[in-house]
């Protein structure tokens, strides 16, 4: 991927990277440089053709490079979430059996330092916080460079590139296993469906910029695609609102969520009530409706003068992105209709997907100029979509992984016809697009969605950067009783949860604890049993996790949210702002002192 960069490129900016007072430029050949430099450390360390080394390197630039180093020898990079437990970190280690290991801090290497011993494999393991990648690529500071180069023509295609751990509704979690080309297919898809939006932007002014809501695979598939299509790429600061760096970067596509568009919105809406009372709240609306008219291209004759009248309202919003956005790919869909008319009509069309780890990243993608909210779009192309008798999304392209890492055993495989069965409902109308209903209950969770399920993102007021709850509600998750889990802490003293329960394994549950059949589910959700079991879950969870991250109290809800309760998005996913007023209580209890550590 950096040879062909370079090749291409050449001097061209390719990454930018966070600075105090911006961002760093960094061109394709530094890009090379920078690669060959840690390939050649690796070389040197022991890593041969074929294996495998283990990152948990935060979401960024370092995480990039790396993994872009390993594959460079022709290596898997296993990725595992960066503030991973230390029982998740020595789970990885053993199941994945690495040859080098590349770890965030002091505390994760005496986790995988005494494995040493049991996994002889295992030579050198390097920590971010005490040396940075020089310590990594000072071993091959004098061997030559084309022993990478042999490397790169030695891989082939279907060899291994990634393998990523995630949590699922089981106690452990499992690897998807994907190959180059995979993700190259899924990239190279993906970019031919934005090709009609990219092409009308000049040469070398695309650009993106990562953020929270591109975050661990998402972030992986996102970086691949935009270095194949020669998209500009920032990387955000994690000490900064995400919605400052966007105003001031000024991206011309936005790789984003639902959650953050719609709260661009309700900030600006709510400044311009705030700066011009009822009159500006008035016209702010007018404006929206306008927008939405818009956007539906309902055409009425006095839309023109109305559009000249109420700029300053779409304005507003235009700036808050920077004001040269030309797109935004919202990952995993999820956008009300009204808010993607919205945003039609103001000029930057958003465009909705869903995929998955074990589809290489986007599976289906709305084309530019042909929307269609409350859709992911149609299959990209190479895939293909269909759904089962009861409704369940299946996938199967060039993208689709062949399989989880040792999960031969356990029947856990993507089918031998290639249809992968994604544990997600929906439908495909006659046009092909896709429209999910949630997750299918009972069905085995499959791999990080595109983006993990993340709260809603900070918003466009100044407020210090909060911690990333992300990984938390993912290993919660892995817990077989753990339906839903919402984590809070943002403008909190500490972490807090709010957790809901399966009723199917709350059915088995009452059986081996023999409760009688005339207990309602919901008073066996509330059980001091059933807290012990939770309480034991989310002090797994906070093993090892520095005290700010760790959940001190949680509360266990007798029923899960639903779309019926407008609480979950059609496409599965919370609905956080609706989720915080319809528990104000609970979770205000949770913050009354005395607090206790646990559930309440």
């Known amino acids: 991927m950096a040879y062909l960069c370079a090749e291409r490129d050449g001097d061209r900016v390719v990454l930018q990277l966070p600075t105090e007072d911006g961002w760093r430029d960094v061109t394709a050949t530094e890009l090379l440089t920078s690669v060959t430099k840690l390939a050649k450390g690796l070389i040197a360390a022991g890593v041969a053709h074929g294996d495998w080394v283990l990152l948990t390197a935060p979401d960024g630039h370092e995480r990039t490079l790396l993994t872009l180093a390993v594959w460079a020898v022709g290596g898997a990079a296993v990725w595992v979430p960066s503030r991973c437990s230390p029982k998740l970190l020595q789970w990885t280690l053993r199941d994945s059996r690495p040859v080098a290991a590349v770890l965030r801090d002091q505390r994760q290497a005496r986790v995988a330092a005494p494995l040493q011993r049991e996994l002889v494999d295992l030579g050198r393991i390097w920590t971010l916080d005490e040396a940075d990648l020089d310590a990594i690529a000072k071993p091959g500071a004098y061997m030559d460079g084309t022993a990478v180069r042999f490397r790169i023509e030695e891989t082939s295609a279907q060899a291994p590139a990634l393998l990523h751990y995630t949590a699922t509704a089981r106690r452990r979690v499992r690897a998807a296993v994907l190959t180059h080309r995979n993700l190259l297919s899924a990239a190279s898809a993906t970019l031919a469906r934005l090709s ?62 639902a959650a953050f568009l719609t709260r661009v919105y309700e900030v600006e809406r709510s400044r311009a009530q705030q700066q011009g009372g009822w009159d500006g709240a008035q016209g702010f609306e007018a404006a929206t409706r306008l927008a939405v008219d818009l956007g539906q291209k ?11 009248i109420y700029d300053w309202a779409f304005a507003r919003v235009r700036d808050a992105l920077g004001g040269r956005l030309r797109a935004a790919v919202c990952l995993q869909g999820g956008l009300e209709p009204r808010m993607a008319y919205y945003y039609a009509g103001l000029g930057i069309p958003v465009l909705e997907g869903f995929g998955l780890v074990e589809t290489g990243g986007l599976a289906t993608l709305a084309a530019p100029g042909e929307p269609r909210p409350g859709t992911a779009g149609p299959a990209l192309d190479g895939t293909e979509v269909k759904t089962t008798a009861d409704g369940e999304v299946l996938l199967r392209g060039p993208g689709v992984f062949t399989g989880y890492h040792g999960a031969v055993r ?20 006659d046009h092909g697009y896709l429209a999910l209903r949630g997750r299918r209950r009972g069905a085995p969770h499959r791999g990080a969605e595109l983006p993990p399920v993340v709260g809603v993102v900070t918003d466009a007021s100044a407020r210090p950067a909060t911690p990333d709850y992300a990984d938390l509600e993912a290993q919660l998750l892995a817990h077989p009783l753990i339906s839903q889990a919402l984590v809070l802490g943002e403008g909190r003293p ?15 549950w009452r059986l081996v604890n023999n409760l009688p059949l005339s207990v309602p589910l919901e008073q066996v959700a509330l059980t001091p049993e059933v807290g012990a079991e939770i309480r034991r879950a989310v002090e ?61």
């Not at 309902?298 to 000249?308: D, I, L, Y």
């Open 298 to 308: 309902k055409r009425r004759p006095w839309q023109r003068m109305s559009r000249a």
């Open 410 to 429: 356990e029947n856990d495989q993507a089918p031998a016809d290639g249809w992968l069965a994604t544990g997600w409902l929906g439908e495909v109308d």
């Open 540 to 600: 797994e969870v906070n093993n090892g996790l520095p005290a700010e991250m760790a959940i001190r109290a949680f509360h266990v809800l007798p029923e899960e949210f639903s779309q019926a309760s407008g609480l979950l998005l059609p496409s599965g996913r919370l609905r956080r702002d609706a989720v915080l007023r319809a528990f104000a209580e609970e979770i205000e209890a949770l913050y009354t002192p005395p607090s206790i550590e646990g559930g309440r």
């Open 494 to 508: 500490y972490a807090t949860a709010l957790i809901t329960l399966k009723r199917d394994q709350l059915e088995y």
């Open 196 to 257: 009609p939006l990219l092409q009308s932007i000049p040469p070398g002014e695309a650009s993106t910029l990562l953020g929270p809501q591109t975050q661990g695979f998402a972030a992986c598939a996102t970086v691949v695609a935009a270095l194949l299509g020669g998209v500009r790429t920032a990387f955000a600061r994690p000490d900064r609102p995400f919605a400052h760096q966007v105003r001031d970067y000024a991206p011309t596509l936005l790789v984003t969520d």
